[in-house]
Nanobody, 118 residues
Framework: QVQLVESGGGLVQAGGSLRLSCAAS????????MGWYRQVPGNQRELVAT???????SYADSVRGRFTIARDNAMKTVYLQMNTLEPEDTAVYYC????????????WGKGTLVTVSS
């Protein structure tokens, strides 16, 4: 089992910045990929960014160049630095961990709300 706890959400004006953190605990050594997803009520959850244990990153087109995902070496904490925020970034942001395996197991945090005012 892997447990994930997000923090760092809040209210920010358009153009501002926020940094989200996700603390992982439990069977951390099994984690292969960690990522951030977001969801607006009534919409599907969408990928924001991912980072592998090897450090490879990927981003949604809508956030590339504005958001940066990073992790500590032990995969205990993953960060999402969000710059130049837009009202369209308003959502609940969820941390995700996928373990090694075929298929791997997916774990989710409870989410943290980010609200960007215009």
């Amino acid at each position: 089992q892997v447990q994930l706890v997000e923090s760092g959400g809040g209210l920010v004006q358009a153009g501002g910045s926020l940094r989200l953190s996700c603390a992982a605990s439990g069977l951390i050594f099994r984690i292969n990929v960690m990522g951030w997803y977001r969801q607006v009520p009534g919409n599907q959850r969408e990928l924001v960014a991912t980072i592998t244990r090897a450090g490879r990153t990927s981003y949604a087109d809508s956030v590339r160049g504005r958001f940066t995902i990073a992790r500590d070496n032990a995969m205990k904490t993953v960060y999402l630095q969000m710059n130049t925020l837009e009202p369209e970034d308003t959502a609940v942001y969820y941390c995700n961990a996928e373990t090694f395996g075929d298929p791997g197991m997916n774990y989710w945090g409870k989410g943290t709300l980010v609200t960007v005012s215009s």
